[in-house]
């Protein structure tokens, strides 16, 4: 985070981190096993058989309810249609909610979803209890509530309430409305878009409201909520039985926010991460930004990808299990590394609210790594005296290996499709990259025979550049060859390519004006080293 900071630092308004979408789900623990609300209805409630009638009072109880709230709230209530973005059709509720500065449910949206509920069956063979009933979870279809509302504490967020016993919950929230609600209560000006805050007066301010994102703060909202819009239990049943619900987290997101002076910076600053193969990531590259040891038996996903959402716009994501990490411009200026995980036991978290700090913590350090690696391959110059010394020959007992040249076109191929195939976990093994050279390169075997490939390979690894994986015999880049590879592929995209194919071989006329201004530079720098050459030749 420090070079990158460093590199850019010069560019950038400020910068920001803090949690965006947070996914939890709410369980009664009291009522979770079947053992539990067999106890729960003969013992407290006072019913000896457990039919599907009875659950089903408890589903009819709650669904006219919840009929009757929207109706003495003048809520609109609706069935959500299939195919369309919930959010964007009820935006207009949610904004004259903020202009009147109101808090509360502004819209109730019904669903028919897979849920997790208990099936009540009579045993197959009589039992001395004429009332016995076998009791077991099973996921079925039924009608779940979403609660869109406006929290005073949390801002805009949504509340899915199930409408079959036991009642799961679950949360959607999102850290950059718990920070607008802070700033607004503080007096802070701001500019928000979206889930991006793109100006401030104070971002010292902005950073210590995120952090005050905290566990008991938002267990509180959630306890409130769930009491005024989840099902009902008497005060003897709530005395009776632990019928306090257990927050779990199920997803969550965390990002690091660079905002830009301009946006200029963010585009060239996603190009060259490009060119450069950043997104080329090695299975050492896994295990530095996630922290993790990468081995052949890991399960799971393990890559990278480049997406093209929607209007140009790319995001990259680099997945790992359960998890990934991504990357994007957005708004002109804003440029966002994200970090999700949808199950926290890939990271050896628990996944209690109780543990958000220790989430937060982790993912930062992820962020941290993968800045941190972005940087270190955008700092990357061309380093004359390095080449200089790659191409002078290496002496090894009594053999003698030629220096790597950059106009070496053999060479400049095999680092790229090496490049490439740097993602494999384990490396490649001599005949995969022979075929993949071939291929690529629409190539014959006999033109690029695999003698000469084993030759190349035995350059590279006493320059440095490659190593076996272990005792196999299978290659991958080493550091140094990462270097190496990023800055030969570069001279030759970026310099050696558009001179190459360039149609200004002629010299005209000095008296006629160029008809470009690419070609008007291009025979600026032509003079200019042909000036040097000059120099160097009456020196």
Known sequence: MELFTKLFGDLLVFVYHCFDRIVIHGYLSGLSRPGQVVYFFRQIVGVA???????????????????????????????????????????????????????????????????STFRSTPPKYPTVDPHYRLLAKQRSRFTHYYFYLRDEVLGPMVMRVASFFPFHTTYYLNGHNF????????????????????????????????????????????????????????HREREAMNLRRFYAVRQVEYCRNFIFKRSFPIHR????????????????????????RVTRRLRGKLHTTLEKIEHGHHVFRAYWKNAFVKQYEKFLTFLRAEVCS???????????????????????????????????????????????????PLQQGATRIPGLKIHDLRVVRLLEVLLHGSTTVGGWTTATIHQVVLTTYALSSERYRLTQLRYDLRKLRAHGLLERHGRRYAYRLTAKGLKVALL??????????????????HRPDPTV??????????????ASIQQIVELVQAA
């Open 49 to 115: 058989e457990i039919t599907k009638e009875v659950l089903s009072r408890r589903t009819n109880d709650y669904q006219h309810w919840v009929e009757a709230f929207a109706c003495n709230h003048s809520l609109p209530i609706a069935w959500a249609e299939k195919g369309v973005r919930k959010q964007d059709d009820l935006r207009p509720h949610l904004r004259r909610m903020e202009k009147r500065q109101q808090y509360g449910v502004y819209f109730i949206l019904k669903s028919m979803e897979q849920g």
């Open 179 to 234: 920070i607008a609600q802070e700033l607004n209560r503080q007096g802070v000006v701001f500019r928000q878009h979206d889930n991006a805050f793109l100006a401030t007066a104070n971002p010292q301010a902005l950073q210590a409201a995120a952090d005050r994102f905290t566990p008991e703060r938002i267990r509180e909202r959630l306890e409130y909520w769930t009491l005024v819009l989840g099902p009902k239990f008497s």
């Open 269 to 292: 600053l996603f190009e060259r991460s490009c060119e450069l193969g950043v997104w080329r990531w090695t299975s050492d590259h896994f295990s530095q930004v996630f922290g993790i």
């Open 342 to 392: 949808n199950n926290l036991r890939d990271f050896g978290l628990k996944k209690g609210l109780e543990h958000l700090a220790a989430v937060r913590c982790s993912f930062l350090g992820v962020l941290d790594r993968f800045s941190t690696l972005q940087a270190s391959a955008l700092n990357v110059h061309v380093d004359f005296p390095f080449f200089q010394h790659l191409a002078q």
């Open 488 to 505: 030969f592929t570069l001279f030759h995209q970026r310099i050696c390519g558009p001179l190459a194919n360039s149609l200004f071989h």
């Open 513 to 526: 004006r160029p008809k470009s201004k690419l070609e008007a530079a291009y025979h600026k720098a032509d």
